[in-house]
């Protein structure tokens, strides 16, 4: 009487692990859907493209970081982040006082040494005319003549000091270099900056209209792309708009992330059709290549990679072998084959 339960959980629970160990109806669909099919290598037009992710960059030049050459106080400052600026526009003013009078002393000095070189030179003048009357000795003609000289050395000195204050003073305004937008400010009024070693940066300022996009190109396929190719992207902010762009370089250093080599290229940026493009926008890239036409060709998914090479199954004579092949161009579907099939083979890819 004891057994009946025990006996009962065992007969209800035999054909719930007969349910639970057979397959799934998801595993059955998913085997029966990676059944292969057999596709015959034939010949075809293949017009080859290469897929990337990209930024955009500015140029070298479209980014520029503004500062002061000398030290001192910020007294003004005439920009935010933002703003529009043209070349020359005045963005901050350090405090002039001190340079002012460095330059007004200079001046001072000049003026002085002018004064001393006219009365060597009219002297020299009576000095040559005593001589040449023998009312004076020749040793003082030779005196007036070097006090000429000096007094000229004086005015050339004087001058370029004075020209050196006046560059300084200049510096104290700083001006924009390029026409662009305010990317950044880094300092504000009444802030002491100190050009030392390095010059203190107040203002960045980025030209919009001077920007490239940087495509990474994946190691297999960069052999096939060359400057002159057009290209076209999209990006986030602009989704349903097509750029145009045309290969300008390709770097030739690897950007390795991940052991995943890809390789910089540099496409120039066509019409902006109106709508504004911003540094460090990631783009999806579409670069053109050229068309092949009839060459030996199989789907993509008939390709496997294994350790650096390039696999596909054949069927000959009703047995499947790995046959390593060399691939060439490719589309979104086919891939070209440059060595390893011929024309008329079969070969299995996933249904």
């Not at 003004?76 to 901050?92: H, Q």
């Not at 340079?99 to 001393?116: K, P, T, Y």
């Not at 390593?324 to 579907?333: C, F, K, L, S």
Request: net charge negative; glycine share 6%.
């Amino acid at each position: 009487m004891k057994k009946t339960p025990l006996l009962l959980g065992i007969l209800w629970v035999a054909p719930c692990l007969l349910v639970a160990c057979g397959p799934s109806p998801e595993t059955r669909d998913d085997e029966a859907g990676g059944t292969p099919r057999e596709v015959t290598v034939e010949r075809r037009d293949i017009s080859a493209s290469v897929r990337a992710t990209g930024i955009i960059k500015p140029m070298v030049g479209a980014e520029v970081r503004v500062g002061s050459r000398i030290s001192g106080v910020v007294q003004r400052l005439y920009t935010e982040v933002g703003n529009p600026v043209e070349e020359g526009d005045l963005l901050a003013q350090l405090d002039a006082t001190e340079l002012r009078a460095r330059s007004d002393q200079a001046l001072a000095a000049v003026n002085m040494a002018r004064a001393e070189f006219d009365y060597a030179e009219s002297d020299l003048a009576r000095k040559r005319e005593l001589v040449a009357s023998k009312v004076a000795p020749r040793i003082e003609l030779e005196v007036a003549e070097n006090a000429h000289r000096v007094a000229e050395l004086r005015v050339s000195e004087a001058e370029a000091n004075l020209a050196y204050a006046r560059t300084q003073l200049g510096y104290a305004r700083v001006l924009a270099p390029i026409s662009g937008v305010v990317a950044s400010v880094t300092t504000q009024e009444g802030e002491t900056v100190a050009a030392s070693f390095t010059t203190p940066t107040f203002v960045t300022i980025i030209d919009l209209n001077r920007l490239e996009l940087w495509a990474y190109v994946d190691e297999t396929d960069i052999g096939r792309v060359e400057e002159g190719q057009p290209a076209s992207f999209t990006v986030d902010t602009y989704p349903d708009t097509d750029f145009q762009g045309t290969v300008q370089s390709v770097y030739p250093d690897a950007v390795i992330e991940n052991t995943v080599v890809n390789y910089i290229t540099i496409i120039s940026i066509g019409d902006r059709q109106g709508k504004t493009l911003r540094p460090e926008m990631t783009a999806n890239v579409t670069l053109f290549l050229e068309t092949r036409e009839n060459v030996l060709a199989v789907p993509r998914r008939a390709l496997r990679r294994d350790r650096g090479r390039y696999l596909v199954s054949v069927v000959r004579e009703g047995q499947i072998e790995e046959q390593e092949v060399q691939v060439g161009w490719r589309d979104d579907q086919y891939t070209e084959i440059m060595r390893g099939l011929e024309d008329g083979d079969v070969v299995l890819i996933e249904g």
